[in-house]
């Protein structure tokens, strides 16, 4: 449950952290009901901002991941098996397409990517 | 006599060793990338330090001994021997500064910045791991001490009009007070003080940074745990066995009155081998969870804070909401100066130290 942070990548802060903690929703790292650290304790120990922690954290709870309770409490929901909401589904289908429409543009064959995304789901089971 | 000596050899040890207690990522107080850890140049460095302070050490020890066996006043020679202990904090000071300035340029001479990629590490379940003691272990102290001052207001009346608060080397009474509201509850007055700074200290280590390395994530959750675990058991063993000590010292001579001796100087001794053998226990603990850098693979390293630092000793960092941070040099902690609680820590640690003096 390691989280690794780069300042000089294009990415900013909040969003490798917020896109590291849903890896390990996904991966089972994470379970349903974990807390994760506190804002403050997340922002002393990797020594960046409480600010830009919190924008994370406000972020997975926007996505329906984590519910952000009272004494700084952050708790994983997602991870369980559940029937998703078909619009929940479309949203998915809405951010896939562009990045599949992208790679497809650039060549890449229709098979390598089916196995390029078996290869990614692998890592979750 | 045997205790100062006993310090002596504890402190000329702790002394030596110091380079080798830190973690490994910083040398003399300046921040190593992980890729340099094992640079010849800082390995010799090190190993130089250790032998001309042990050298030192072993010098004063000797000193020591001749002073102990020689005819002199016991007073003298124990002024003596402390303002030699004094010396040689003093020359370690120097040397670590020395060694400090030159680790400083060898980081910039050969550019180690230019070559990194400096990340920023944490883990997501070490806060659940972390064992430093709940409070609860630092508030038990002090409500014994707020029982101790009830319990001597409720015996005023038997308490005599003066009762001895000073005694000379031998145990004998040299020193009187005069009864008064105050003066009869000054005893416990300066261990609640000591209580609660120790109780302020704990907090902080549990929410100090837990500062882990890029490449050898595993081992140094490992030494930051530990460290926690073993400072803060280590706090609380030294935070009982003083509140022992003063309650057993304020109810001989207040309460007692005047039996303080017998009860007191045996309990002495206990509290300083508490004192002392614990640190050597905690520094073994300490030196054993040391990370090493066996596999380096990548010019990655853990993104560092040397620029809150002045000498790789005083720590100033208004972004950081931390009252502790582990010292850069050497075990133990120290405050950033940029929270305003420090202060009042300071002040509370000091406070005991000026009212034995000016009273």
Redesign the interface.
């Known amino acids: ?8 990548s294009e990415l900013q ?1 909040y969003k490798q952290l917020a896109n590291q ?1 849903i890896e ?1 929703i996904a991966s089972g ?2 379970k349903n009901g974990d ?4 804002v ?3 922002a ?7 600010s830009t922690v919190s924008k994370s954290y406000h972020e997975l709870e926007e996505k329906g991941l984590i519910e952000l309770k009272p004494k700084a409490k952050a708790v994983i929901i997602g991870g369980q098996k559940r029937e998703l909401e078909e619009t929940e589904v479309e949203k998915v289908e809405n951010a896939l397409k562009p990045i599949m429409a992208e790679a497809f543009a650039r060549g890449l064959e229709k098979e390598q990517m089916t196995s390029l995304f078996q290869r990614i789901l692998k890592q979750w089971k | 006599m045997l205790i100062i000596l006993g310090i002596f050899i504890i402190v000329g040890i702790l002394e030596t060793m110091t380079p080798h207690l830190t973690r490994k990522t910083i040398v003399f107080g300046v921040s190593i990338p992980e890729p340099y850890v094992k640079h010849p140049q800082l390995k010799l460095w090190k190993k130089h330090y250790s032998q001309v302070i042990a050298g030192i050490a072993g010098l004063f020890l000797v000193g020591q001994i001749t002073l102990y066996l020689s005819p002199i006043q016991e007073e003298k020679a124990s002024l003596i021997s402390f303002i030699l202990l004094y010396v040689m904090l003093l020359l370690s000071s120097g040397l670590y500064m020395s060694y400090h300035v030159k680790t400083k340029k060898l980081k910039v001479q050969e550019q180690w910045e230019a070559q990194i990629k400096a990340v920023y590490v944490t883990d997501l379940s070490i806060r659940q791991n972390e064992e430093t003691l709940s409070p609860i272990f630092f508030s038990v102290p002090i409500i014994i001490t707020l029982a101790l001052i009830a319990f001597t207001f409720m015996n005023y009346e038997s308490i005599p009009d003066v009762f001895a608060t000073h005694w000379n080397g031998a145990g004998e009474v040299d020193g009187w007070t005069q009864k008064s509201r105050l003066s009869v509850i000054s005893m416990p007055l300066i261990l609640l003080a000591i209580q609660i700074s120790f109780f302020m200290m704990n907090q902080g280590m549990k929410s100090a940074k837990i500062q882990l390395s890029a490449q050898a994530k595993e081992a140094s959750i490992h030494r930051e745990l530990t460290q926690r675990k073993y400072g803060s058991w280590y706090l609380a063993a030294i935070n009982f066995s003083m509140t022992i000590l003063f309650v057993v010292l304020h109810y001989t001579t207040v309460i007692l009155q005047d039996q303080t001796a017998p009860y007191f100087f045996p309990l002495f001794l206990v509290f300083n081998v508490v004192t002392l053998g614990g640190l050597l226990v905690f520094i073994w603990k300490l030196s054993k969870s040391n990370e090493r850098f066996d596999e380096v693979h990548t010019n990655e390293t853990a993104v560092t804070d040397d620029q809150y630092w002045k000498w790789g000793v005083f720590y100033c960092n208004k972004n950081d909401p931390s009252l502790l941070v582990p010292k850069k040099f050497g075990i133990g902690w120290t405050v950033n100066f940029a929270n305003k609680w420090c202060y009042i820590l300071i002040a509370i640690t000091l406070l005991p130290i000026l009212l034995v003096i000016f009273i």
């Open positions: 449950m390691q989280i690794q942070l780069d300042p000089n802060l903690i390990c790292e994470l807390t994760l650290p506190s403050r304790a997340m002393t120990d990797l020594g960046i901002n409480v």
